[in-house]
């Protein structure tokens, strides 16, 4: 899988919110760009048979790292799609060199998300200038 390093879609949550109600408009504002999605990597923090139920629901297969409270944890195996997580890892960190982000001096979500979908562009950018040379 290459390391594309841009997001399909951007959401901006209250810093106390959790991101799991989140996922379920992600996915329909990712389906309306990439209308084929066949996989759903996520760490424990998304793992409940809700979110698991509705992924598969839409044809998606939740790959999914199991919390250590779940029944069938030890069960849980962890395919190759799943170690591509530390793509999703390394994009935050890219967009947390900028500093405006990181320190979230926007207190506006409209502002801020301007900005992360500013950032997420010039950092395609810079990729799409490094391949050409």
Same mark, same amino acid.
């Given at each position: #899988?290459?390391?594309?390093?841009? *997001?399909? @879609?951007?959401? &901006?949550?209250?810093? +106390?919110?959790?991101? @799991?109600?989140?996922?379920?408009?992600?996915?329909?504002? @990712?389906?309306?760009?990439?209308?084929?999605?066949?996989?759903?990597?996520?760490?424990?923090?998304?793992?409940?048979? /809700?979110?698991?139920?509705?992924?598969?629901?839409?044809?998606? #297969?939740? +790959?999914?790292?199991?919390?250590?409270?779940?029944?069938?944890? !030890?069960?849980? @195996? %962890?395919? /190759? !799609? %799943?170690?591509?997580?530390? =793509?999703?890892?390394?994009?935050? *960190?890219?967009?947390? =060199?900028?500093?405006?982000? *990181? $320190?979230? %001096?926007?207190?506006?979500? $409209?502002?801020?998300?301007?900005?992360?979908?500013?950032?997420?562009?010039?950092?395609?950018?810079?990729? #799409? &200038? *490094?391949?050409?040379?």
């Amino acid at each position: #899988m290459a390391d594309e390093s841009t *997001a399909i @879609t951007i959401t &901006v949550s209250p810093g +106390q919110a959790h991101d @799991t109600p989140l996922l379920k408009p992600a996915l329909a504002g @990712t389906r309306k760009r990439v209308p084929v999605i066949h996989e759903l990597v996520g760490d424990k923090g998304f793992d409940s048979d /809700d979110l698991r139920r509705d992924c598969l629901r839409r044809g998606i #297969m939740p +790959q999914l790292a199991a919390r250590s409270n779940r029944p069938d944890a !030890a069960l849980a @195996t %962890y395919p /190759d !799609a %799943y170690r591509t997580r530390n =793509q999703i890892e390394r994009f935050f *960190a890219k967009l947390k =060199q900028f500093r405006r982000i *990181a $320190t979230r %001096y926007d207190k506006l979500k $409209t502002t801020f998300l301007g900005f992360l979908n500013l950032a997420s562009g010039w950092i395609r950018f810079r990729k #799409m &200038v *490094a391949i050409k040379r």
